[in-house]
């Protein structure tokens, strides 16, 4: 007997916990756990996998039953794949889960004739009996609970799965995890709000891991030096002490390399809280905060709490710290939310001035309270996955497609962190940040290039052109700034079209590297690196403006300004070269 247990993943680096945790409870309460585990076999994918490979493999491997796992990322992938695995594996049974078929499990079941049943709700206690049912013989299909099934032509349903004590999980992985991937980790489930268009929102039950557990499991990240580890507790710091624990083992232990992702409620933090992420050692932590509007109208249909002067105060608070990276989040589609109001979300939360603005568009997720507020709020969304809006009572279909160039311009400007200095600049020459990239998306959109795969040098060119389109700016502060910004960077070799000519400054430079490969004044780290080496490895720029003040207090002083990059030390933040300004005595 062999048992597959499969994932499609979104990406390459990304790993299933899902799959680990199941077979891992099912080893912990086998009678026989080695017999167990030569029978129970993961199998991991992306969807960016050639349907055939996929198929190909899973053959290989002769399964009897493969249980999948299904998220809106990947199950019109896994429906085509079940449909094949059908023709190829008449034999095997076949078993979904996940999110994606664990709501209106029936109609699912009906729409996908080749497949036994469907395990809804938690997994880890239902597939650990379902496993032994196939493996032992028992127990019996209405024995298992949590499970919907075919039997002939007839369909049961058994009782809902039970709530699981976290506590009596083993960690998930025990038996090893994957190389150079994003790993996992849970230290609660539930939440404790009811946010109308999450399905988190349906679990009820909020419970925790012991935390002597979870500094175990913590330690095994820490001594592995995995690179970078996710909390998926849907607010992590909904639980002060819980969080404080965390937090404090994370930086007592650290080993100069982990990362941890957490998602947070930014208005339920404190000063102590506040106060021991300000030691944490750069990159060591980065927050994901979902604020997703500022329209109060809008926060209190979706069922939402957020006091958002407190959060705009503490991203404020964190940004200070310089050492933790901040991803904020923004729906569009809410209800209650014209374009009017999402210009004003957009700008305030851009205001807060995070590593990351990500924009989003509401998804109407089977089993969520917005799924049933469909006709109320005028929804219409996409028939198939990701169920993404399409228009609502407030905003129609034409700002929709509106929001997603902004939403492209936003992603590729200024998460990149490419381009932060050039944006800030031009900032200055509109009414907000929105009707900025709103212009740079009708920019693209003119010019014929917003679906067109573009690489990073040209993303840069074309923003000087847009620079050439504002009015009253200053081309020569705006070109020496996104140079400043492409050295930031990377040290290239060919100097860019749109950069300042540097001829007249050739021979000063050469002498300053030839001096610097003599005295290490201003690159003493580098002291065993000769002329030609430090010119790979440092990069001098030389502007006619004092950039110190410039970026502090917007002040141009017009003076010589010699600013030199140093690649071998980088911030651990956003990766950007170290800089020091040098002015004429």
């Known amino acids: 007997m062999k048992i597959l247990l499969v994932a499609v993943n979104a990406k390459y680096i990304h790993t299933n916990p899902a799959l680990y945790s199941l077979k891992e409870y099912a080893l912990s309460h086998a009678d026989e756990r080695e017999r167990y585990g030569e029978q129970i076999e993961l199998a991991e994918y992306t969807v960016n996998h050639l349907p055939d490979q996929v198929l190909r493999d899973i053959f290989e491997r002769n399964p009897d039953v493969i249980c999948i796992s299904c998220y809106i990322w990947n199950i019109v992938y896994v429906r085509a794949l079940v449909s094949s695995l059908c023709r190829i594996l008449p034999e095997a049974e076949i078993w979904l889960g996940g999110p994606e078929v664990s709501f209106e499990s029936r109609a699912c079941l009906m729409s996908m004739p080749g497949i036994r049943g469907i395990m809804a709700g938690e997994g880890e206690r239902t597939f650990s009996r379902l496993a032994s049912h196939y493996i032992e013989g028992k127990p019996a299909f209405h024995e298992i609970g949590g499970i919907i099934w075919r039997e002939g032509d007839s369909v049961t349903e058994g009782e809902p799965a039970p709530v699981m004590d976290l506590d009596r999980l083993p960690f998930l992985y025990e038996h090893g995890c994957p190389d150079n991937k994003i790993l996992y980790y849970e230290s609660s489930r539930g939440c404790p709000f009811r946010c109308s268009y999450c399905l988190s929102s349906v679990d009820k039950h909020l419970r925790f891991r012991d935390l002597a557990l979870v500094k175990k499991e913590l330690q095994y990240f820490l001594d592995r030096k995995v690179p970078q580890v996710k909390f998926v507790d849907r607010t992590f710091n909904c639980r002060r002490e819980h969080a404080l624990c965390i937090w404090r083992y994370i930086k007592e232990h650290d080993n100069g390399i982990t990362n941890f992702h957490f998602e947070i409620a930014a208005d339920l933090m404190d000063e102590e809280e506040l106060a021991l992420l300000k030691e944490m050692r750069p990159g060591q932590i980065q927050l994901e905060i979902g604020v997703q509007s500022t329209n109060p109208d809008t926060i209190r249909e979706i069922r939402r709490s957020m006091d958002l002067d407190r959060v705009r105060e503490v991203v404020e608070r964190i940004n200070s710290f310089g050492n933790i990276h901040q991803h904020l989040d923004l729906i569009a589609g809410l209800p209650w939310e014209n374009l009017e109001s999402f210009k004003r979300s957009f700008n305030e939360v851009y205001s807060m001035r995070p590593e990351q603005l990500q924009l989003g568009f509401l998804k109407v997720l089977k089993g969520s309270y917005m799924y049933e507020k469909v006709s109320d709020y005028g929804i219409s969304y996409q028939e198939y996955p990701p169920y993404e809006v399409l228009s609502t009572k407030w905003l129609p279909y ?142 001098m720029e030389i502007l006619d403006f004092n950039l110190q003040k410039f970026l502090e207090k917007g002040e141009l002083c017009r003076e010589k300004c010699r600013v030199l990059f140093d690649y071998s030390r980088r911030s651990p933040l956003d990766g950007n070269a170290a800089v020091c300004q040098i002015l004429d005595k």
């Open 398 to 539: 034409k700002d929709i497609i509106r929001l997603k160039s902004i939403e492209d311009m936003t992603e590729v400007y200024y998460n990149s962190g490419q381009f932060k200095h050039m944006l800030r600049y031009l900032e200055g020459y509109y009414p907000s940040p929105y009707e900025m990239y709103d212009e740079l998306a009708e920019f693209y959109r003119r010019e014929g290039l917003l679906f067109l795969a573009l690489n990073r040098m040209d993303r840069y060119r074309l923003l000087f052109r847009f620079l050439e389109e504002t009015k009253e700016a200053d081309l020569s502060v705006g070109r020496q700034l996104l140079t400043y910004d492409l050295y930031l960077r990377e040290n290239v070799r060919n100097r860019p079209d749109f950069a300042a000519d540097e001829s007249q400054y050739r021979k000063e430079i050469g002498d300053f590297f030839a001096g610097e490969s003599k005295n290490h004044t201003w690159l003493p780290g580098l002291r065993e690196l000769n002329y030609r080496q430090l010119l790979h490895t440092a990069h």
